[in-house]
């Protein structure tokens, strides 16, 4: 709703009462999801520029430069709160809605990555909901032939009753002729095409920024849009067949807030007059508020010329796609809509679109460490239990019901990096997060996660392009939550700028809480992250390969795997270091092997990367096997002048029929048997549903 303050303000403003679709727009415009009230003051600190930018944040995808011929349009979202309430529609209609905003610059969706959070899997309910949202990407994305190349999934008790959901998006145009979301001249006419609107998804924008009630599955499901990836498919085709055209001048996806969002959002440069009478329905007796904010999926609004109309509609109808004009640009800085000969909205543009007062809420530092205590049992158990983690057990239940290969550009899908063939080079894709470390020390932590999924592009050989992220966060309100999340977007902001790639576009989903499991999210500002490099398949080392850890810092156990399964505490890791990356990205490009060092430690990637191998470690045994500071690497390589200025440690080598480890005197021995029963853990888990 808006909030008493916020009325008197506008009704100041205006020098009358607000209509009922005025106080819809703004209920939804001036909704966090829509318009960034808390956060920013926090995104202006962001490096959102550099020498391959084409196009920042601000429209409903960025352009990066990828060659001469080739620009990147990526963008990222969430569809948190609608992936609870129902999760298979939730989870489709969040992939439908980012592929529509680069669909929207002109663009080929040619990749999707996805980033999951849930409660334990432990419980039955975070089960089906972990079950339905992949079975909703798997659907859609398959549908329109768009193929899932990375993903993560996490795993803890405060997603219990609101569980996340972020997709990121990439396609591909030429750099000289991409769209944009602003309208170009007054006097154009705005059409929109696509499904007719019908009353699904009405207050969207504002259903995700609230706390989710313990009723949220009956009383929000009108919320939640119902997609229809066929109609998607067809839009696709039809938008990028009337793009070659040169015929339209801008182009935006109807996502939140519905066509009073994508119509109001994409005239702010001047005006607009809609006849909402005009606009295609699929059912009767639909309200003005009703039309003007329903989120209806597989939609789109273009600005044209009205004597190109007509070749434009040839194009629609071959597709058979409905569309109508609604609208025009006008000269104004107004926005106008009409309905039954009436006029139901008149506002300052500008007001509607920019003028949400920013909010500041009260910072409270916190420190939620906890002093270290040695984990006790047996050492070969704490490894199969780190193994088993559903964080760390390997997703191949999920994967596989992805297509990754639709479209023939897939090299591989494995490792910690998609890579997609484009040219004669490589589109190296990466996604992830690591919210307990966040949570432990929240600057430290989200500057972690970047570079993880540089860490990722490096082990792969490729250099970073650009990031995108979804800032995921309980509610502002609380001061120790403000001052975390203010503390994540410096840490965020800071690693970008060290790793040279400007963080282009993203979204915010604020209020992820729920009063029916009395939880709040961790920390979670999600990554997506694109590089270049060379086309190199990911394959694991061969017999007789040399092992060896790349890198130092400083061991920290806190908010590990290891700390989760044990409760052993511990500090949270340091910021990393990032000049190790190009001696990693010339070590790949040169024939070596590299893993980064992360969740599970490095016995997880012994067991992901050298499931046969014989190795001797120093020091303690839980810090050398559990350790998940960033910054090191598990390299292989046949030739040990492949390593030469990487300063590695060798640990051992790779043969045998197991993995034997000798650490602090002990020597502990994995069966291949026993290290795949532990990372099969998860997929056993759901195939047992």
């Known amino acids: 709703m808006v909030s008493a303050g916020d009325l008197a303000y506008l009704e100041e403003k205006l020098k009358r009462p607000i209509t009922p679709l005025e106080y819809a727009c703004f209920e939804n415009l001036w909704s966090e999801h829509c318009s960034y009230r808390s956060t920013k003051a926090f995104l202006k600190t962001l490096p959102t520029t550099g020498e391959n930018v084409l196009l920042g944040p601000g429209d409903d995808a960025a352009i990066v430069k990828y060659s001469d011929d080739i620009a990147l349009a990526i963008?990222?979202?969430?569809?948190?709160?609608?992936?609870?309430?129902?999760?298979?529609?939730?989870?489709?209609?969040?992939?439908?809605?980012?592929?529509?905003?680069?669909?929207?610059?002109?663009?080929?969706?040619?990749?999707?990555?996805?980033?999951?959070?849930?409660?334990?899997?432990?419980?039955?309910?975070?089960?089906?909901?972990?079950?339905?949202?992949?079975?909703?990407?798997?659907?859609?994305?398959?549908?329109?032939?768009?193929?899932?190349?990375?993903?993560?999934?996490?795993?803890?008790?405060?997603?219990?009753?609101?569980?996340?959901?972020?997709?990121?998006?990439?396609?591909?145009?030429?750099?000289?002729?991409?769209?944009?979301?602003?309208?170009?001249?007054?006097?154009?006419?705005?059409?929109?095409?696509?499904?007719?609107?019908?009353?699904?998804?009405?207050?969207?924008?504002?259903?995700?920024?609230?706390?989710?009630?313990?009723?949220?599955?009956?009383?929000?499901?009108?919320?939640?849009?119902?997609?229809?990836?066929?109609?998607?498919?067809?839009?696709?085709?039809?938008?990028?067949?009337?793009?070659?055209?040169?015929?339209?001048?801008?182009?935006?996806?109807?996502?939140?807030?519905?066509?009073?969002?994508?119509?109001?959002?994409?005239?702010?440069?001047?005006?607009a007059r809609i006849e909402a009478d005009c606009v295609h329905l699929r059912e009767n007796g639909m309200n003005e508020v009703e039309i003007m904010l329903a989120e209806s999926q597989e939609r789109m609004l273009m600005e044209v010329a009205k004597d190109d109309i007509p070749a434009l509609a040839v194009i629609m109808e071959k597709y058979s796609l409905q569309w109508r004009d609604i609208g025009e640009v006008i000269e104004e800085a107004r926005y106008i809509v009409t309905f039954e000969g009436n006029m139901v909205c008149d506002l300052p543009i500008d007001l509607l679109v920019e003028g949400a007062p920013g909010e500041a809420w009260h910072a409270e530092p916190y420190s939620h460490e906890r002093p270290y205590q040695a984990p006790g049992g047996d050492l070969k158990d704490l490894c199969l239990s780190v193994l088993s983690h559903p964080d760390v057990a390997r997703k191949d239940w999920i994967s596989r019901q992805y297509d990754h290969d639709v479209q023939l550009r897939t090299v591989s899908v494995a490792g910690g990096a998609g890579l997609l063939r484009l040219g004669d080079s490589a589109l190296a894709l990466s996604c992830g997060c690591s919210p307990r470390h966040i949570e432990l020390k929240p600057y430290e932590g989200a500057a972690n996660t970047v570079y993880e999924n540089a860490a990722n592009l490096a082990c792969v050989g490729s250099n970073p392009l650009c990031v995108v992220n979804c800032l995921n966060f309980a509610s502002p309100v609380h001061p120790e939550i403000y001052w975390q999340l203010g503390e994540a977007v410096r840490g965020m902001g800071d690693m970008a700028i060290a790793i040279g790639a400007p963080v282009v576009g993203g979204n915010v989903s604020l209020y992820n809480e729920s009063d029916e499991f009395g939880t709040r999210i961790l920390p979670t500002p999600s990554i997506g992250m694109a590089g270049k490099g060379p086309v190199i398949r990911y394959t694991l080392p061969a017999d007789g390969a040399t092992l060896a850890i790349a890198g130092t810092s400083a061991p920290a156990l806190g908010g590990s795997v290891l700390d989760i399964v044990t409760g052993c505490g511990g500090e949270a890791p340091e910021m990393a270091d990032p000049s190790i990356l190009e001696k990693i990205r010339l070590f790949v490009q040169n024939g070596g092997f590299a893993a980064d060092i992360s969740a599970g430690g490095l016995i997880a990637a012994l067991a992901e990367c050298a499931p046969a191998a014989t190795v001797s470690l120093a020091g303690d045994a839980i810090s050398a096997l559990f350790d998940e500071s960033s910054g090191r690497f598990l390299i292989a390589y046949a030739d040990k002048s492949l390593a030469e200025g990487l300063d590695a440690v060798e640990i051992g080598a790779v043969g045998g029929d197991g993995l034997i480890i000798s650490v602090s005197g002990m020597t502990i021995r994995f069966t291949l048997q026993e290290t795949e029963a532990a990372l099969d853990a998860l997929t056993s888990v759901m195939y047992a549903e």
């Open 75 to 271: 963008g990222m979202e969430s569809h948190n709160h609608p992936s609870y309430v129902d999760p298979f529609d939730g989870a489709a209609t969040g992939v439908g809605g980012i592929v529509r905003d680069i669909i929207s610059m002109g663009a080929k969706p040619i990749a999707l990555m996805d980033l999951l959070y849930f409660g334990q899997i432990t419980e039955e309910k975070n089960r089906y909901l972990l079950e339905h949202v992949v079975q909703g990407i798997g659907d859609y994305g398959n549908c329109i032939g768009v193929p899932v190349v990375r993903g993560e999934v996490t795993f803890d008790r405060g997603y219990s009753g609101n569980p996340l959901v972020n997709v990121v998006c990439v396609g591909i145009v030429d750099p000289d002729k991409y769209l944009t979301a602003r309208v170009k001249k007054p006097g154009n006419r705005l059409v929109l095409y696509g499904a007719a609107t019908g009353r699904d998804g009405l207050g969207g924008a504002s259903f995700a920024s609230r706390d989710l009630s313990e009723d949220a599955e009956a009383e929000d499901r009108p919320c939640v849009q119902v997609g229809d990836p066929y109609t998607e498919k067809l839009l696709i085709d039809a938008t990028l067949e009337m793009t070659a055209t040169g015929k339209i001048v801008a182009c935006r996806d109807l996502g939140a807030a519905g066509l009073a969002g994508a119509s109001s959002e994409m005239s702010s440069s001047y005006g």
